[in-house]
């Protein structure tokens, strides 16, 4: 691995050849695998937004803007979270940057238990004098831009504050605090880490002793 989460740019997309695409690849692999009795209610809560075949993962990863065409949202499976969280699935989104390259965010939705479901934007700081001019994570009552409202998350919560900071500059760092908020690090991601780059020790023992040294400087 040549870069590591605090020098990744929006356009060096070694990071999402190398970590995006096999952790979303291994998160179709368990949904596809997973009892249909399991998948219907789930996929219920997302009205039918979620990822066809792992032909559609690798689209929807390799270019995020294609599923703006889309009558169906393409929310791609997450590998399996800690146990107080059902399911979870995940949407990269290009996010225009002036005078530079865009930039991913991520729409994560969770099925925490039954029907009872939460949103969250992470999106990377705002241009300009923008109070959310910072890395941050916030609750979302909608996802894909605030296109899609789907009725099992509440309309209650509220989706411009709390904006939580995060500990990203790129693209590369904002993907790797969403997934170990909800994997965990040690035991969390770290381990996950063996499944998603199984074939390729060197470059898992490097993305490995980035991660420590991201949250750990």
Not at 2 to 14: K, T
Not at 87 to 103: C, D, K, M, W, Y
Not at 181 to 203: C, F, K, T, W, Y
Request: hydrophobic letters at 35%; one cysteine or more; charged letters at 20%.
């Amino acid at each position: 691995m040549s870069h590591s989460p605090s020098n990744a740019g929006a356009d060096d997309d070694l990071w999402i050849q190398e970590f995006l695409m096999p952790y979303a690849l291994l998160g179709w692999e368990e949904w596809s695998k997973t009892d249909e009795a399991l998948r219907n209610p789930w996929r219920n809560c997302l009205e039918g937004n979620v990822v066809a075949n792992h032909h559609e993962v690798r689209q929807v990863v390799s270019d995020p803007s294609s599923w703006r065409n889309d009558s169906r949202f393409p929310l791609i499976p997450m590998p399996k979270t800690q146990d107080r969280i059902e399911r979870a699935f995940f949407l990269p989104i290009l996010e225009p940057v002036e005078g530079s390259s865009p930039q991913h965010s991520f729409d994560l939705f969770t099925i925490v238990k039954n029907k009872n479901c939460l949103a969250f934007r992470w999106e990377l700081g705002h241009n300009g004098q923008s109070t959310h001019g910072y890395s941050h994570m916030q609750m979302s009552r909608r996802l894909a831009k605030r296109e899609l409202s789907l009725s099992s998350l509440p309309g209650w919560i509220p989706d411009d504050y709390p904006a939580v900071p995060v500990r990203a500059s790129n693209s590369f760092g904002l993907f790797l605090c969403m997934v170990t908020a909800l994997h965990g690090l040690e035991g969390g991601i770290l381990r996950l880490l063996n499944d998603v780059m199984r074939s390729q020790p060197g470059v898992r023992f490097a993305y490995m002793e980035s991660i420590r040294q991201h949250f750990n400087p």
